[in-house]
């Protein structure tokens, strides 16, 4: 069969000529045949097989009278054909196959055909309904109620059916493997979900839920740019069919914007296309007797969105007007346009806009911008968002306005801060408002506006909290919201007018944050001296107070460096022993802002701020792993001292949403900085994981013994997340890195042991055996040996037949370089040191010995015919593991044969039910039994410590023991069934269990006559018959007496 997806149409077309000129009892015939056909061992074929049903569904349905053989009536339907034929490929083997019947399924929705829809229902329905024809409701089949839904091209009506659980379970299973399919691991069964999803949802064959629309909008993020492009082109597809669906809504923007910073350029013009489409194109001019069509009732509602529910993409939008600035999209008619609705009910979406766009316009009518302002001023409830979007078009607009109204405006904020009413959001912008109405060409004259009207702000603000603090009982009368609103005017304000700040302006903020007095004595002796207890009082403010009161005093750090260092240790120590979560979390965002413009100052409290990430609340895990790696990406911090290990602690993290979140962080924005950062620490790892500091280059950064225990991984309890770091890391080096980093294993950690550098005590074992774990970990195997060129050739290659073949010959040469490179390392490097350290563990007879010949029988696999070249050094080390590797083989053969005997028992069952009719016993499957009978040796790597000698004797006494008889662990009925009952021994019996000659007869024909199939069985109370005389002559004693 040619690989070509043409060439299979063409032939799909052909079949399907042929099969329409076919009799129903044929068409059948050929159907059965067809279906055996879908399950051929020849991917091509399987995958010919789906193109050759979606040509046979276009074909009208054969009727069931028209087959005489009622046993071929089932092959007529399209239902078969859908759900046991093109559905049954869905977890095909070749992912090539899955994606292929994946995009049909999706395809089959489309179909003329009603009862292939209808078989796509039945397999997804959602809450026990079925689609069924009008024709085909009967009477007693419906329910008393039911519901209508339409179809653009199919007359169904949905129905409510009485639905059992299994099919129900069926229905739950076959959605979760979809959304499983849209996650897998191939980038074409990923894009083939992800269309079959969307065909699925726009037909409401699998209901309109948050959790199916999520898996679309979070496909496009795909690692992979083509799926990243069809799941942009999915959700877009699916809101034009559902516009008004408000979830459709939200999972569209969800995908579509935050695309428009995304990495690959191409991905950025398919959002920012998007966006243009549905949003700016739909501006037209608004008037009230003006009706919004569909597109633009569309359009406001995802604006909406943006204003209320969906404000955290943000950031993402501003960037999208960003490029359309430099593109001069907004004309003055859009300008106009936008303007217009303003005043109508979705004037919320028009402001957001407007925001966005005002920056960027040359001229903006400011006549209706400045009554909107007046309106809002006056008003006593409009909505925060929409205010501070006027607030900033304001802003804006502010080099446009003359010097009488710039007054106006700049009295109307002044009164409306003064009231300490607005909104935290609202002080925000009306302080940056204040600031760009001020803006001047001469910054003196600027700068002289800010500390006259911020100024009087501060001063404000500084009164009011001199008359809380310094008043006695002011807890019991604390308005805690005025409060808080006052802290947030002061550090807004204050950044505006330095000058302003005063000494007791600081003193003030500083005693929001004072501990409680008795706190304050537990801790005296836990403080750093340069802490100025002091200048603290006591105080007993809400939480939440104090929570302000840091990012307060954080802003006024910021204009003044010698606060920062009067500060920076007692946001350390609240870090270390606070108990609020979140004054904490306020701390670290202050402490990682103040990095940023004084990163040699805080580089010395990085560690206290990385501490964090083993704290006990996950917010405050989380917030540090954020502002960490923006430190990290912009270079402010730098990967010293237990950093970087730290980061690798947060990949195990009891909570699963961090360490994604920490996966996320390393890959996609710190590696790409950094490639080699995983390799580089990776040795390291060992060591500090395991707490071992005797190494005279590794784990020797300085840390508290509190840390130390907080991010310890030692023990045998901490080994499995110890090995799930090590195994990401190794996922994603390079074959290079890969390379490298074994060679530096045996330079830097196993040459160690072998000079006897690092001692073999307990600490130092745990290290040595770990490392051997490490190495025979299939993740160290270089990815040119250990990936199959045949796989990538004929699954993902398959429309390039000549580019597939030339991948693989490129893949198999490569493979045999590396190959060759990497056993003369071995050789040369590894093998030396393996044999000088299992001669040390022998004299030591140290349990590590184990874990050395378990490395060396997974490392010697591939070279099981060249051991004896491997370790020509020693011969003694060559016998042994080439008796490893063969009693693993025999364990492997011995496993197959089970298995085998086990399918094989199954089948002759029935035979054995037959010929003993009373027996409970053979009324079943004869399963697995563990005996309690004395069990060949098996692979045991304490035994590599045996001399040569004994594993000779050993192996030969085994294989004398083979050659009569079988294990009995796991034994199933082979050639025949037990015709006689077991004997039952009653509990607590002591027993001599013996077998004559024929006890492998269990397994073999022997077994099924005589009393060679019977086990003997002995009590204790009887004495053993003495051994048996042989009645033997010697031919010499003959000869003499001749």
């Known amino acids: 069969m040619v690989e070509k997806s043409e060439f299979r149409s063409h032939g799909a077309q052909a079949v399907g000529m042929l099969t329409s000129q076919m009799a129903s009892t044929d068409y059948a015939y050929f159907i059965k045949w067809l279906s055996n056909f879908s399950r051929h061992s020849k991917m091509v074929h399987r995958l010919f097989s789906v193109d050759v049903v979606m040509v046979l569904l276009e074909q009208p349905e054969r009727r069931p009278e028209e087959c005489q053989d009622p046993d071929l009536v089932c092959f007529l339907t399209h239902k078969f054909l859908i759900q046991n034929l093109l559905f049954a490929r869905r977890m095909d083997e070749s992912p090539t196959v899955q994606g292929h019947a994946l995009n049909c399924l999706a395809q089959c929705l489309e179909l003329p055909s009603l009862n292939a829809t209808k078989a796509i229902h039945n397999l997804f329905s959602a809450s026990g309904t079925q689609t069924v024809l009008e024709g085909e409701i009967t009477e007693g089949t419906l329910s008393t109620q039911h519901t209508q839904k339409t179809y653009p091209t199919l007359p ?348 007791r302006t600081v003193l003030l903020v500083e005693s929001v944050l004072t501990t409680h007095s008795d706190k304050l004595a537990e801790c005296q002796k836990e403080l750093p001296g340069s802490l100025p207890l002091s200048q603290f009082k006591a105080n007993s403010l809400p939480t939440r107070v104090r929570a302000h009161g840091v990012i307060t005093l954080g802003k006024l750090s910021l204009l003044h460096e010698e606060l920062v260092q009067k500060y920076l240790p007692v946001f350390a120590r609240e870090l270390e022993l606070g108990t609020e979560v979140s004054v904490r979390n306020n701390i670290i965002v202050i402490m990682c802002d103040l990095c940023v413009r004084y990163t040699n100052i805080v580089d010395h409290y990085i560690p206290n701020i990385s501490a964090c990430l083993r704290d006990s609340e996950p917010v405050i895990r989380q917030q540090t792993l954020i502002m960490l790696t923006n430190l990290l990406q912009e270079e402010f911090v730098k990967w010293k001292g237990s950093l970087f290990f730290r980061f690798m602690v947060a990949l195990v993290d009891p909570v699963p949403a961090i360490a994604s979140l920490t996966e996320y962080c390393l890959l996609h924005l710190l590696l790409k900085k950094n490639p080699e950062m995983f390799s580089q620490h990776f040795i390291e790892c060992i060591f500090h994981f395991n707490s071992y500091s005797k190494h005279k280059s590794y784990n020797k950064f300085p840390q508290s013994e509190r840390e130390k225990v907080q991010f310890s991984l030692k023990g045998e309890q901490h080994r499995e997340k110890r090995f799930r770091i090590y195994r990401f890391l190794l996922e994603h080096f390079t074959d290079a890195q890969r390379f490298n980093i074994t060679n530096k294993i045996n330079q830097t950690i ?259 006559s005589g009393e060679s199939s019977v086990l003997h069985v002995r009590s204790s109370e009887q004495q053993a018959p003495g051994p048996r005389l042989w009645n033997v002559q010697s031919p010499l004693r003959l000869r003499k007496r001749i």
């Open 156 to 503: 169904f009506r949905t129905v409510e059916l009485s639905s059992t659980d299994s099919s129900g379970c069926t229905v739950r299973n076959n959605v979760a493997l979809l959304l499983r399919h849209v996650k897998d691991s191939k980038t074409n069964v990923r894009k083939a979900a992800l269309q079959a999803m969307v065909g699925l949802l726009k037909h409401d064959v699998i209901p309109m839920t948050w959790e199916n629309l999520e898996t679309l909008s979070e496909r496009c993020r795909d690692p992979a740019v083509s799926v990243k492009k069809k799941a942009l082109q999915c959700v877009g597809e699916l809101l034009s069919a559902k516009p008004e669906c408000s979830v459709v809504q939200k999972a569209w923007l969800q995908g579509v914007v935050p695309a428009v910073v995304d990495p690959e350029n191409s991905v950025q013009d398919k959002a920012l296309e998007a966006l243009d489409l549905v949003l700016l194109n739909q501006i037209k001019p608004y008037s009230v007797n003006c009706h919004l069509d569909a597109s633009q009732r569309l359009t406001w509602n995802l604006l909406s969105l943006l204003c209320h529910e969906c404000q955290n993409l943000s950031r993402y939008f501003s960037r999208a007007f960003t490029i359309w600035s430099k593109q001069k999209k907004f004309t003055p008619v859009f300008i106009t346009s936008l303007i217009s609705h303003t005043e109508a009910d979705h004037a919320a979406g028009a402001w957001l806009l407007l925001s966005k766009v005002a920056a960027s316009s040359p001229k903006l009518p400011c006549g209706k911008i400045l009554d909107a302002w007046d309106t809002m001023i006056s008003s006593k409830d409009v909505n925060v968002t929409t205010c501070c979007h006027i607030l900033c078009v304001m802003g804006d607009i502010a080099r446009h306005l003359n010097e009488e109204t710039k007054d106006r405006v700049v009295g109307d904020l002044m009164s409306w801060l003064k009231t300490f009413t607005l909104p935290l959001e609202m002080i925000s912008s009306a302080v940056e408002t204040l600031y760009q109405l001020g803006c001047s060409e001469d910054m003196k004259q600027t700068q002289a506006f800010l500390n006259q009207h911020c100024g009087e702000l501060v001063l404000m603000c500084e009164s009011y909290l001199a008359s809380i603090i310094l008043t006695e009982n002011r807890a019991q009368d604390l308005d805690e919201e005025l409060m808080v609103k006052h802290l947030h005017t002061l550090g807004v304000a204050s950044l505006q007018c330095p000058a302003k700040v005063s000494k």
């Open 750 to 1008: 196993l040459a160690c042991f072998a000079d006897e550098e690092l001692p073999l005590d307990a600490d130092g074992s745990g290290i040595l055996s770990e490392t051997f774990s490490i190495l025979s970990l299939k993740e160290m195997k270089l990815h040119a040996i250990s990936s199959s060129a045949g796989v990538a050739a004929g699954e993902e290659a398959e429309e390039e037949n000549m580019a597939a073949m030339a991948k693989a010959v490129l893949q198999a040469a490569q493979k045999k370089v590396v190959s060759q490179v990497q056993k003369k390392t071995f050789i040369e490097n590894t093998v030396p040191l393996i044999i000088s350290l299992k001669n040390l563990l022998e004299q030591k007879h140290s349990p590590v010995l184990g874990n050395l010949m378990s490395y060396l029988q997974v490392t010697m696999q591939d070279y099981r015919n060249e051991v004896k070249e491997f370790f020509s050094g020693d011969e003694q080390l060559a016998s042994e593991i080439e008796f490893v590797l063969k009693t693993a083989e025999k364990e492997r053969e011995m496993l197959e044969q089970m298995n085998t005997c086990s399918l094989a028992g199954d089948a002759k069952t029935p035979k054995a039910q037959g010929s003993v009719q009373g027996s409970p016993v053979r009324s079943r499957p004869l399963l697995p039994f563990n005996f309690a009978t004395p069990q060949p040796p098996r692979l045991n790597f304490q035994a590599a410590r045996l001399s040569l000698t004994d594993r000779v004797h050993r192996s030969r006494r085994e294989e004398d023991v083979q050659s009569k008889s079988i294990t009995l662990e796991g034994t199933v009925m082979v050639k025949g069934a037990v015709k006689d009952r077991a004997i039952s021994t009653p509990k607590g019996f002591n027993i001599n269990l013996t077998f004559d000659e024929g006890v492998s007869a269990i397994l073999s024909d022997q077994g099924t």
